[in-house]
C-alpha cells in the first residue's frame, strides 16, 4: 500500500482540513469501482484530510479487492483539490489446476489450499497454503513429496489460473521393526503395534503404532511403561521402524474384599486396560476412584486402602475394598446454615434425599460433594456472606441409610448501604441491578453491576465507555458509588465487506442491516455475522475494525467472510420393511446465480414410491414478502397392497422453519390425486371423476426445544395444523382437518424417555350424508396408522377398526379420527449400539366423533438401534397386547431414522 503521494508545493499551497475536494477520481481496472468508491468514502465538497484518505485507503485494502493503491493530490486553476486513485486490482482465480497427484493427493491439496474461483488471490496467503499442502503429504507418507505453484495472469480479465504441479514420490513403507528396551521379539511387535510389513508409515500411522504398543506392554502389566515417539531409517520401500521403550517395573493388582468387575476396571482402574499409567505418585488417586465408583453405585459407606510393595523390578499394587450395602440418603443437612433459608442452600446443590439409583441419572460420590460444596459457598458469597467458609462433607450412617453434612460458617452478613450511579447519558435506560440498596453486597455483585451498566452503556452506542466503582464500608454495610465515563456515542463509519467471490455484495448488504452512519453496537455486529451465517453460504463470517482506528467517534468495520460450497449431489441406497430397497439422488444450489436463493431437486424410487420434487426457496431478507417462502413442484405415484395413487401438484409455505424455538407457517397446496382401487374403496368424488383435485390453505402452529435434531435427549416438539380444503382453481374436494403433535424427550438413567401423541381429525363439507365419512374424502387426505412410525405391532396401514376403516378381509380403508400414544425409553449398550423397550396404542376410525379410548390398540416391542451422525439404524419387533382372531402376533421393522 502507497500513502498519498504529494508534491513539495502542494503540501504548501492546499490548506489541509479546511480545503473542500473538487473531484474524486478512482481507477481500478476489472473491479466494482462504485463499490470501491464506496469503500474509499471521500466525496466531493468533503474538506480534504490525510487521515481521511489514509482511512480510505486502508479499507480499499481490507477489501480484499485490490492489492495496492497510490493516491494523489493535484489542483488546476485554483478551482480545488483533485484526488485520482489508482488502485491494482486484486485479480480473481478463474480456475484451480492440479496436476501430477493421484486423485486422493489432489483432493488433499485443494481442501488445504482452501481456494474458490472468483475469489480474489492473495498471493502471500496462497504461497504458505502451498507450504502446508506440501507438509501435509509429507505427513501422509510421502517424505519426498513437492509442490511446484505456478500463476498465469489474464489481465485482459484481471484474473488468474492457478496451477500447482506437484509428485508425492515413493512411500515411506516398514519394512522392519526394532524396541529396544522392550524386550520383544520383532513378530511380537508387528502384531502388538499394528504396522504390517509393506505398510504406508504416514504420521498417523505411526502415532497410532506407537499408542498400540504403550497400550499393550501397560496391559503386560508395566503400568509405567513410556513409549518414545517413533523414528525412521533405512531405505524408503523398507525402512526400520524404532521405538524407544522404557519399561519400568512389572506390576500385579491384588484386591481383596470385593470382586474385580468390568465397571470397576474400566471406570477406576484404566491402567488394566493400558489406557492410562500408573505409578506410585497416583496411588492416592487410585484409591480415591475406586472410592467414588463405590459411591456412584449407592455404596456410601465404602473404605479403600492400598498400598505399595515388591522389588524395584516386581511390584504389587494391594487394595482392600470393602464397599458395603447400597443405602440411601437418609438426611441432607447443613449445620451451621441455619440463618439461611434452606431451600435456597438445596438448590444450590445437586444431591438428595433418597434412594440413588441408575433412574436418576444423579450420581453421588465424593468429588460431587465437593462441587456442591463450591457451589453453596459461591451462593452464600453472592448473598452477602464475604467471609463465608464450607467445609469438606461428611457421610455418616444414619436411620439404616446416610447423613451427608456439609458444614457451614456464615460469619457476618454484609449489605448494602446506598447505590449512587453517576455519567449515564441520559438516553440509555439504567436496567435493574444486582446491587440494590439493603440487599447483599459482594465483590460478584459489584462485578456483575459494572458488567451490566458496561453493556447496556455499548448497547447504546458508547463503544468507548468506561465504568469504575468505588465502595465505603463501615460495620456490615457498603455504599457503591459506579461512574460511567462514556465518551462519544460510537457511528459506523465505512463498512467493507471482504472475501467475496460468488455472492452478489447486495445480498451481504440486506442481511447485515448495517449502514454507515448508524449507531455501532456489539450486539448489532454480532448479529449481523449471524445472520449471514445463518444463509448456509458462508462457512465464516467476522467482523473487525480497521488497523489503527479503534478509537474516535466512528468505527471503519471489515466484515471478513469465506464462501462455503454452494452445490452439492447427493446419491443414497437404503432397504427397509417396508419400501424394500430404494434408491435417492439429489441436485442442490443454494445460492442460486449469487442470490442465496435455493433451487434442489430430488428423486426417490422404491418398491412402494417414485417421487421426484424441485424446489425453491427464499430467504426471508431477501425476498419481497419479508418472510421465507419455499415453494415446491412435485410428482409420486405410490404403490400400496390395495391401491395405487398417483399425485402431482405443488405447495408454497411462507415461514421460517429454523425459527427456534416458536414458529408460525402458512402453507398452500393444490394436488391433483389419481387413484386406482376398488370402489369400495374411493370416495364418491373419485368414482365419479377418476382423480381428485385438492386446494388447500393450512395454518401450522410449531414448538420445538430439542436439543439435536436427529437424536435428541431432551426437549419438546409440538405442532398444530388446521387444513382447509376449498373448491377454489378448478379444485373439487372440501374438507377441514386438524392435526395435532406432541413428544417429550427427558434423560432417564442411561437413557432417554421419549412420550409422543398424535390426535386427528377430518370433517368433509359435502358428500352424501347417507355414505360413511371416511368415504366420502380422497384416499390421499384420510389417515392411515401402522408400521414402524405409528404403531409397531401393526403392518404398515393396517391398524384400524374392522367394518369401519379395515374391510372384512383386513385392508386399509382408511379414516377421519386418528389416535395414537407412544412411550419408548432409548438407552446405550455398548459403543453405537443401543436398545430401545416401546409401548404403542393407537387406533384408526371412520368417523371422528366415534372415537373411543376403549377402542385403542395395544403393542410392546424390543428393538436395538445402531447411531449414526444423521440418525439410527433400526431393528424392532412389536407384540400385539389385544391380539385378535386372525392376526399375527406381531412385526419385524427394520428401518432408518427415530419414529418420532
Known sequence: MAAALLTGALVAAVAWGTTPVREVLLEAPGAPVERLRQYFGVTPSQPLSRLEIRRGVQALIASGLVEDVVVTVEEEGGQGPILKVRAQTASRIAAIVVTGLERRHERLVRETLDLSPSVPLHVAAFERAVQRAEAALKADGYPQAWLEPSLEFERATETVTVRVAGSAGPALRAGAIEAPGSGLAEAVLWRRSGLKAGARLSQRALSEARVALLRSLRRAGYWEAEVGQPRTSGPLERATVLFEVELGPKYRLELRGEKLGKSLRQAALPFLSGAEGFSEATLEATVKAVRCWAQRDGRFLASVEGRLRGTPTERVL???????????????????????????????????????????????????????????????????????????????????????????????????????????????????????????????????????????????????????????CSGTVCSVTVTVVPGHKVMVGRLVVAGLGKTRPDVVDRMIRLEPGSVFTPMGSLEATRRLVSLGVFKRATTRRLPGLEVGPTRDIVLDVLEAPTRSVGFGLGWDTEARTSVSLNWSETSLFGTARTLAV???????????????????????????????????????????????????????????????????????????????????????????????????????????????????????????????????????????????????????????????????????????????????????????????????????????????????????????????????????????????????????????????????????????????????????????????????????????
Open 318 to 472: 494391594e487394595l482392600d475394598a470393602h464397599f458395603g450395602p447400597r443405602l440411601r440418603i437418609a438426611a441432607l443437612e447443613f449445620p451451621g446454615a441455619e440463618g439461611v433459608d434452606r431451600a435456597f442452600v438445596l438448590s444450590r446443590v445437586a444431591v438428595r434425599q433418597g434412594k440413588p439409583g441408575r433412574l436418576r441419572g444423579e450420581p453421588v460420590d465424593e468429588e460431587t460433594l465437593a462441587q456442591d460444596a463450591a457451589s453453596v459457598r459461591a451462593a452464600l458469597i453472592r448473598e452477602g456472606y464475604a467471609h463465608a467458609e464450607v467445609g469438606t462433607p461428611r457421610i455418616l450412617p444414619a436411620n439404616g441409610g446416610v447423613r451427608i453434612e456439609i458444614p457451614v460458617t456464615l460469619g457476618e452478613r454484609t449489605r448494602v448501604g446506598e447505590v449512587q450511579v453517576v455519567g449515564v447519558p441520559e438516553d440509555v435506560p439504567v436496567p435493574p441491578l444486582p446491587l440494590v440498596a439493603g440487599g447483599p453486597w459482594s465483590v460478584a455483585g459489584e462485578e456483575a453491576t459494572r458488567e451490566l451498566l458496561a453493556d447496556a452503556v455499548a448497547e447504546a452506542g458508547y463503544a468507548d465507555a468506561q465504568v469504575s466503582s468505588e465502595r465505603s
Open 602 to 900: 430430488d428423486g426417490r424410487y422404491s418398491a412402494r414410491e417414485a417421487r421426484w420434487q424441485v424446489s425453491f426457496r427464499e430467504p426471508a431478507e431477501l425476498g419481497l414478502l419479508g418472510v421465507p417462502v419455499w415453494v415446491s413442484v412435485f410428482r409420486t405415484d405410490e404403490n400400496y397392497d390395495t391401491y395405487r395413487l398417483l399425485r402431482r401438484g405443488m405447495w408454497v409455505e411462507f415461514g421460517d422453519r429454523r425459527r427456534l424455538p416458536r414458529r408460525a407457517l402458512l402453507r398452500y397446496d393444490y394436488q391433483v390425486t389419481q387413484p386406482e382401487a376398488p370402489d369400495e374403496l374411493l370416495s364418491e368424488l373419485e368414482r365419479g371423476h377418476q382423480r381428485a383435485k385438492i386446494a388447500s390453505l393450512t395454518p401450522i402452529l410449531e414448538y420445538d426445544s430439542r436439543d439435536d435434531v436427529f437424536e435428541p435427549h431432551r426437549g419438546v416438539q409440538a405442532s398444530l395444523q388446521y387444513q382447509n380444503a376449498f373448491p377454489l382453481f378448478d379444485a373439487d374436494a372440501a374438507f377441514q382437518k386438524l392435526t395435532l403433535l406432541g413428544t417429550a424427550y427427558t434423560p432417564v438413567g442411561p437413557g432417554v424417555l421419549v412420550g409422543s401423541t398424535r390426535l386427528g381429525a377430518i370433517e368433509p363439507k359435502d358428500g352424501d350424508a347417507a355414505v360413511p365419512k371416511n368415504l366420502r374424502l380422497p384416499i390421499a387426505v384420510r389417515y392411515f396408522a401402522g408400521g414402524r412410525i405409528s404403531h409397531r405391532a401393526f403392518p404398515i396401514d393396517r391398524l384400524g377398526i374392522v367394518g369401519e376403516t379395515l374391510d372384512s378381509n383386513g385392508d386399509p380403508l382408511g379414516g377421519t379420527g386418528l389416535a395414537l400414544v407412544n412411550l419408548e425409553w432409548r438407552f446405550p449398550l455398548a459403543g453405537s449400539v443401543g436398545g430401545a423397550v416401546f409401548l404403542d396404542g393407537g387406533n384408526v376410525w371412520g368417523d371422528w366423533r366415534s372415537m373411543d379410548v376403549a377402542q385403542l390398540r395395544w403393542g410392546a416391542g424390543l428393538g436395538v438401534r445402531v447411531g449414526t451422525p444423521i440418525g439410527p439404524v433400526r431393528l424392532e419387533y412389536g407384540w400385539k397386547l389385544d391380539r385378535q382372531r386372525g392376526e399375527s402376533a406381531g412385526e419385524l421393522f427394520f428401518a432408518f431414522g427415530n419414529p418420532f
